[in-house]
């Protein structure tokens, strides 16, 4: 059974930081890339960063560029989101997600944990 589980969430003031974790069982962890999402009250989950299965290559949404970090430790099958200078546009639940490439299209992750919240207060 694949399982990935969410953590880090909470209430941060506008330009702060925050790290999120996602930790995966059940799976080959360094075979899968792996996708941070978010959705907001009314929105749609919309992209927001991607890592390659060994962590060589990522891909980040513009809205994000400059301010988020996505990295992974395969050996403790967890990949990280650190969240700087933090607005409140990006409150949100965020995700993760493992996929089998590289890819900003949601329909592409198989594999997706239940969420963490994030609210930034101005």
């Known amino acids: 059974q694949v399982q990935l589980v969410e953590s880090g969430g909470g209430l941060v003031q506008a330009g702060g930081s925050l790290r999120l974790s996602c930790a995966a069982s059940g799976l080959t962890f360094s075979r899968y890339a792996m996708g941070w999402f978010r959705q907001a009250p009314g929105k749609e989950r919309e992209f927001v960063a991607t890592i390659s299965g060994s962590g060589g290559t990522t891909s980040d949404a513009d809205s994000v560029k400059g301010r988020f970090t996505i990295y992974r430790d395969n050996a403790k099958n967890t990949v990280y989101l650190q969240m700087n200078n933090l607005k409140p546009e990006d409150t949100a639940v965020y995700y993760c997600?493992?996929?089998?490439?590289?890819?900003?299209?949601?329909?592409?992750?198989?594999?997706w944990g239940q969420g963490t919240q994030v609210t930034v207060s101005s």
């Open positions: 997600a493992a996929s089998p490439w590289m890819t900003v299209m949601r329909n592409q992750y198989a594999y």
